[in-house]
């Protein structure tokens, strides 16, 4: 039987990167996939792929650090599929510069886009999911909320924030039958992760294909970061609960 077979999933940043091979790793294992994004075209033209595959997966457009657009999107997902029972948080951005040139208006959009985004989106969707008798949920954290980089003191804080919440949520509704984790990934090969060691590097921080070589041998795949979410999601996870599954090939055990 498929991991996922017959689930409503939500997938928060699914257009696109490893939000995008989520969605896919998702449907091949029989989920019903809402991809949730800004990135209309790419959302919509992942959801018809999925379709024309067999698989079954909408779109909904939403800014998913707007309490209305995320209740909106999770209506949608609800009416189309059912209340989700499985909710990949992965929405996200980055910030890469010194910190003493860091703006306010800076740290309030990531803080939104990073952090404001999993609080609004899992209080949106857990009433229905503890209707439907439980769940899982998984949150995209990273290596830097436990290793700290130059030049993202800002990226580091919203992650270390996302460290917590995926661990607090866990414990608070496990006897809910629900379950909360967070995906760690380590440099990754897509447009975000190449912008993330382009703006290192102008920065004056070694991001070299060298350097991370040492750190992790080579730049994580979309799919690898995919897979290790969707462990975490389907009942092979099933006492894995407010952990913090770190997809880098050793970085942080180095």
């Not at 270390?160 to 984790?181: D, Y």
Request: glycine share 10%.
């Amino acid at each position: 039987m498929k991991r996922l077979e017959g689930r409503s999933t939500l997938v928060s940043g699914g257009a696109d990167g490893c939000g995008a091979a989520a969605v896919r790793a998702f449907a091949r294992e029989g989920a019903r996939v809402t991809i949730v994004d800004r990135q209309a075209d790419k959302g919509e033209a992942l959801a018809r792929e999925i379709r024309d595959g067999g698989g079954e997966a909408i779109f909904a457009q939403a800014d998913v650090s707007k309490r209305a657009a995320v209740e909106a999107a999770v209506a949608k997902a609800t009416e189309a599929f059912g209340a989700p029972t499985a909710l990949f948080n992965h929405a996200g951005s980055i910030v890469v510069k010194p910190f003493l040139e860091t703006t306010d208006e800076e740290y309030d959009w990531l803080m939104d886009v990073n952090v404001r985004s999993m609080f609004m989106m899992t209080r949106a969707v857990l009433p229905g999911m503890i209707a439907a008798g439980g769940g899982a949920i998984v949150c995209t954290s990273s290596i830097s909320a436990v290793a700290a980089t130059p030049a993202e003191v800002l990226y580091d804080l919203t992650k270390g924030a996302v460290h917590m919440f995926a661990r607090a949520i866990g414990v608070e509704f496990r006897n809910r039958n629900i379950r909360c984790n967070a995906v760690c990934p380590g440099f990754i090969a897509t447009a975000h992760g190449n912008r993330e060691v382009e703006l290192l590097a102008r920065h004056g921080v070694d991001a070299s294909e060298a350097a991370i070589a040492v750190a992790q041998g080579r730049m994580c795949r979309p799919e690898e970061v995919a897979s290790a979410a969707l462990f975490l999601l389907s009942d092979e996870a099933s006492f894995v609960n407010g952990a913090h599954l770190f997809v880098d090939n050793g970085f942080t055990a180095i």
